[in-house]
């Protein structure tokens, strides 16, 4: 069995909210997140494209950077990566290998780990490993019981705060921001990129207690557009100690220029011991990838393809449709039972002129029966087919110049399409 096999099996543990399983695992491997200068990041939306702006900033200016993301959208090595180049399946191999006795320790000492614990375990282990410069470090789910929350960190950064998974993280603005909050640390400096003024309340009530410095972007920092394309957006940026000029962003949508001021919050708060030149900066901006989020995956017919999994990522998907010129909007959905599930059509389906529900491969993907039971109020054409595959091949179907097919409801639904496209593209 591969290193990637095993560590799939792992997915048959479950979800499992607590430390003690991964602080025992990380003990047993000699705690290698002690040696590491790490970033930590979390929120409801943007952590995934903020860590990527981070992440390329940081290696324009020839710093070794590992970065740790999940969910991947083509490859599970994704997941885990150095200078923005994925771990190679020996590597994964090796080191499944080498952590396999302590997860056997840990599973008879308390009880088994969770995939993301163990994957978690891995990456810091090969951090640790290529002795890099600094780790951009994901949140997982919440926060405060997640898997990454584990020793110390340079700086917390929680993006933004929506209400997403409930089952977890509670039913309210105020709890899922605690759950949030819980990643920042005693005495150190919490970047938000948040407008919610409960959030905001309670981010600081949490700060104030762990004697922590919390700053909000919105407060430092302005920018203007300077116009955009499918491919690109322009604006210029500056806070009040730095100003940035004129930027190129290949990331679309307003809510990337919130997440470009949030690294660059990041980059000047950790200026001292890890200097990085404007031009570096301004590089590392027009050198980001991060696919799956507002992604051009075609232009003939014009696909895009984005993860929104919530009210909040869809209202930003929304707000990008709003300002693109098309004739038609063909929506192409796959959404997980477990997500905001009338949050996400309130946003997007009013947008469209057709409807296609399908389900991507997760065991936790909604019914597509269901998923169309919920769409009674709208007065929309809907299709409904079961395989992802077939879906995108009828949506294409359906569409003329003009006309935009948008994939959208999970990053697995992207993962998977995105997948399904490319191959279509290389045929």
Not at 123 to 134: I, P, Q, T
Not at 359 to 383: H, P
Request: proline share 3%.
């Amino acid at each position: 069995m591969s290193g990637i096999d095993y560590l799939n099996s792992l997915d048959k543990f479950g979800v499992k909210p607590g430390l003690e399983r991964i602080e025992l695992l990380l003990e047993v491997l000699d705690n290698p997140q002690d040696d590491l200068n790490i970033i930590h990041i979390g929120g409801s939306n943007g952590k995934g494209s903020t860590s990527a702006i981070l992440t390329s900033i940081y290696n324009s200016g020839d710093y070794r950077v590992g970065s740790y993301n999940s969910p991947h959208i083509v490859k599970f090595n994704e997941r885990i990566r150095i200078n923005e180049v994925d771990i190679l399946d020996e590597d994964l191999d090796r080191l499944v290998k080498e952590i396999k006795p302590a997860i056997d320790e840990v599973a008879n000492e308390l009880d088994h780990p969770s995939f993301f614990e163990v994957v978690t375990a891995l990456a810091l282990l090969y951090f640790r490993e290529k002795k890099v410069d600094l780790v951009v470090l994901e949140v997982g789910l919440g926060g405060r019981f997640d898997a990454t929350n584990v020793g110390s960190s340079l700086v917390s950064v929680i993006t933004n705060v929506s209400l997403e998974h409930t089952e977890y993280l509670g039913d309210t603005l105020e709890k899922i921001a605690w759950e949030k909050g819980g990643i920042i640390k005693a005495g150190q400096k919490v970047i938000t990129a948040s407008k919610e003024d409960r959030v905001i309340k309670k981010l600081e009530d949490i700060a104030l207690e762990k004697r922590a410095k919390l700053e909000n972007i919105n407060n430092r920092f302005k920018w203007e557009s300077l116009g955009s394309n499918l491919l690109y957006q322009c604006f210029n940026m500056r806070s009040d100690k730095v100003d940035y000029g004129d930027l190129k962003l290949p990331l679309i949508g307003p809510h990337q220029l919130y997440n470009t001021a949030t690294a660059l919050a990041v980059v000047e708060e950790l200026s001292s011991e890890f200097p990085i030149a404007k031009k570096s900066i301004k590089e590392g901006i027009e050198r980001t990838k991060w696919p799956g989020r507002l992604e051009v995956i075609s232009t003939e017919p014009k696909i895009i393809i984005d993860g929104a999994h919530n009210k909040a990522g869809a209202d930003s998907l929304k707000n990008f449709l709003e300002g693109l010129n098309y004739n038609k909007l063909v929506l192409v959905l796959a959404i997980l039972g477990d997500k905001d599930i009338e949050g996400i059509y309130s946003k997007l389906v009013p947008l469209a002129y057709e409807v296609i529900l399908t389900e991507n491969n997760n065991k936790r993907a909604e019914n597509i029966n269901c998923l169309k039971s919920k769409l009674c109020n709208y007065n929309k054409e809907v299709k409904t087919i079961k395989s992802l595959d077939e879906a995108l091949d009828y949506a294409q179907k359906r569409v003329e110049d003009k006309d935009v097919i948008l994939v959208s409801g999970s990053l697995y639904t992207v993962s998977e399409a995105r997948g399904i496209l490319l191959k279509q593209d290389q045929a």
